[in-house]
């Protein structure tokens, strides 16, 4: 396998990666604020302390999730510059408008990071 071509397998598999965790990243965020909206209801709802225990334990364990998946995908971005970088220095270079190339940039813009 060419230089060129275990270049471009990285990148698809570290693109790959990214844009699985930024998915991964907004469920988690969407699932917080879901069990935050419960245990607000179950409070107004002036509900039993079981039901109200049992929804904060699920909501905080929601939260350590965010977290978690945010420093994965960080760690996945930084893996993933690292290859792009390296298909940019390498000899030859990766065309600027190669198509593994593009699409592992713009999912290392849409991480945010």
Do not use: C, F, W
Request: glycine letters at 4%.
């Amino acid at each position: 396998m060419s230089e060129t071509a275990a270049l471009q397998k990285q990148l698809k598999i570290k693109t790959g990666v990214v844009e699985r965790l930024i998915k991964e990243v907004a469920v988690y965020r969407k699932e917080e604020e879901n069990e935050r909206k419960r245990v607000d209801k179950l409070v107004a709802e002036g509900a039993e302390g079981a039901d109200l225990r049992n929804a904060e334990k699920i909501l905080q364990e929601a939260q350590k999730m965010v977290p978690d998946a945010e420093t994965r995908m960080k760690a996945a971005v930084h893996a993933l510059r690292d290859v792009i970088n390296s298909a940019k220095d390498s000899s030859p270079p990766l065309p600027d408008d190669d198509e593994t190339l593009l699409k592992a940039e713009e999912a290392s813009k849409k991480s945010g990071i």
